[in-house]
């Protein structure tokens, strides 16, 4: 089996991390993950992946937590090192080589981010794991995933979440809702669709970056995006 892509960032939510829990992160979800990136790294995929702080931290909302926005914001980044480590030790479990970079220097537990050093893990075959989003407060890491596909020339961000796709409507509150195979940035935008928050979204479209938005927790199915199966929906200049 072929694969589409050659090399991927696939970013993925720290909510979706939680499972069934309200908060923190479910280790079969973790093993699931593992097995599905072990799937594709096994293709000879080089597997970058962004992931999300969501399901421990997030800094934007100042008047709920009362903590300065800058501040709040630092605090969910380190949120996102906690879940790379984790996925890490999952992925390490399974027998995948990984690396983890992180956007904030902490040097007794991850690599610091060095671009060219990233490039050529995923050449060796490593998984690489970019913590800590940006490194910048006011960021999300939607914008990190984007930023940091386009650096490491990733020929598609893959983001993995809970609805199979971009659809019409809120497939959760409109029944009639309809799911798109394909679309174009500019659809997206005539069509006020959310994919993803605008910088991020602007950064994938300035740079014909393609976006593929999936179902991470159907297992196999990062699988089938990587070997060009219709799953999800592909966003395209
Ligand atoms: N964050 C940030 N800069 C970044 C990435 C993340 O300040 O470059 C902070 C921000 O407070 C955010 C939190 O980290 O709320 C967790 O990230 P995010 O909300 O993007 O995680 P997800 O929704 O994917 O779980």
Redesign the pocket.
Same mark, same amino acid.
């Given at each position: 089996m072929l694969p589409k892509y050659k090399r991927i960032l696939l970013?993925?939510?720290?909510?979706?991390?939680m499972g069934d829990k309200n908060f923190g992160m479910d280790s079969t979800v973790i093993a699931q993950y593992a097995q599905d990136i072990k799937s594709i790294s096994e293709l000879g995929v080089q597997v970058a992946v962004v992931?999300?702080?969501?399901?421990?931290?997030?800094?934007?909302?100042e008047a709920e937590t009362g903590i300065e926005?800058?501040h $709040?914001?630092?605090?969910?980044?380190?949120? %996102?090192v906690i879940?790379g480590m984790a996925l890490q030790a999952g992925l390490e479990k399974v027998g995948v080589y990984t690396r983890l970079q992180s956007?904030i220097k902490m040097e007794q537990i991850a690599e610091p981010y060095i671009r060219r050093r990233a490039i050529r893990h995923l050449e060796k075959g490593r998984v690489v794991i970019f913590g800590?989003?940006? $490194?910048?407060?006011?960021?999300?890491?939607? %914008?990190?995933g984007s930023?940091r596909a386009i650096e490491i020339k990733a020929d598609v961000i893959l983001k993995g979440t809970r609805v199979d796709g971009i659809y019409t409507a809120d497939p959760e509150k409109d029944p009639t809702a309809t799911k798109y195979g394909t679309i174009t940035f500019q659809e997206c935008i005539s069509q006020k669709l959310n994919v993803m928050d605008m910088t991020a979204f602007t950064l994938c479209m300035e740079n014909n970056l393609p976006i593929v938005v999936f179902d991470m927790n159907s297992p196999g199915n990062l699988k089938r995006v990587v070997t060009g199966e219709k799953v999800g929906t592909l966003v395209t200049s």
């Open positions: 970013k993925l939510s720290g909510e979706s991390l992931i999300g702080g969501g399901n421990i931290y997030r800094g934007m909302n926005r800058a $709040g914001d630092y605090m969910g980044m380190l949120a %996102t879940n956007a800590a989003g940006t $490194g910048n407060p006011y960021f999300t890491t939607d %914008t990190a930023l």
